[in-house]
T-cell receptor, first 113, second 114 residues
Framework: GESVGLHLPTLSVQEGDNSIINCAYSNSASDYFIWYKQESGKGPQFIIDIRSNMDKRQGQRVTVLLNKTVKHLSLQIAATQPGDSAVYFCAETISGANSKLTFGKGITLSVRP | ETGVTQSPTHLIKTRGQQVTLRCSSQSGHNTVSWYQQALGQGPQFIFQYYREEENGRGNFPPRFSGLQFPNYSSELNVNALELDDSALYLC?????????????FGEGSRLTVL
């Protein structure tokens, strides 16, 4: 069936380095993608989103890249900080589809001091 | 803080019991969605409520039901609890008309079924 998945279950990076978290999606009808961050004991927190008519979008220290040809999404975090340690989820949806999001399994980002 | 509040934060039930979880949406948001998050997994869509009516449902059995009230707050009810219902239940609010799918999540209700 349709699914959103992540390539790696965990990612360990040195504080100050850049982090890249990858995600593959399989529903070609999806046109809106979101990255969420979830800290222990909390709900998912919106980080950044991108529509399918774009291939790159930048926020504060974060960049999302979308490659529709290979159905790939990535989240880049610049100058990773200890506060970035969390589980990261990519999610996909079809605009107007009742806001239903399909989430991947998540990847844990661990920042080494 | 997202402005979405859920209660209770933690609860323990036994198999076969019933549970009601509550959610207050962010001010001005008229749509509430419920997600189930099993340990180590991503959230799974249960259903969504818009203007007090169910407006989309995921692959969950009928013993999962919900309500939305005129003030847009919502309840999730689960009957005949099973061990596999143990999970974090997340409520998210949004503006249906926004059409962006952007959801604001609460911190969840952790349900343990023994």
């Amino acid at each position: 069936g349709e699914s959103v998945g992540l390539h790696l279950p965990t990612l360990s990076v040195q504080e100050g380095d850049n982090s890249i978290i990858n995600c593959a999606y399989s529903n070609s009808a999806s046109d809106y993608f979101i990255w969420y961050k979830q800290e222990s004991g909390k709900g998912p927190q919106f980080i950044i989103d991108i529509r399918s008519n774009m291939d790159k979008r930048q926020g504060q220290r974060v960049t999302v890249l979308l490659n529709k040809t290979v159905k790939h999404l990535s989240l880049q975090i610049a100058a990773t900080q200890p506060g970035d340690s969390a589980v990261y989820f990519c999610a996909e949806t079809i605009s107007g589809a009742n806001s239903k999001l399909t989430f991947g399994k998540g990847i844990t980002l661990s920042v080494r001091p | 803080e997202t402005g979405v509040t859920q209660s209770p934060t933690h609860l323990i039930k036994t198999r076969g019991q019933q549970v009601t979880l509550r959610c207050s949406s962010q001010s001005g948001h008229n749509t509430v969605s419920w997600y189930q998050q099993a340990l180590g997994q991503g959230p799974q869509f249960i259903f969504q409520y818009y203007r007090e009516e169910e407006n989309g449902r995921g692959n969950f059995p009928p013993r999962f039901s919900g309500l939305q009230f005129p003030n847009y707050s919502s309840e999730l009810n689960v009957n005949a609890l099973e061990l596999d219902d143990s999970a974090l239940y997340l409520c998210a609010s949004s503006l249906q008309l926004a059409g962006t799918g952007e959801l604001f999540f609460g911190e969840g209700s952790r349900l343990t079924v023994l």
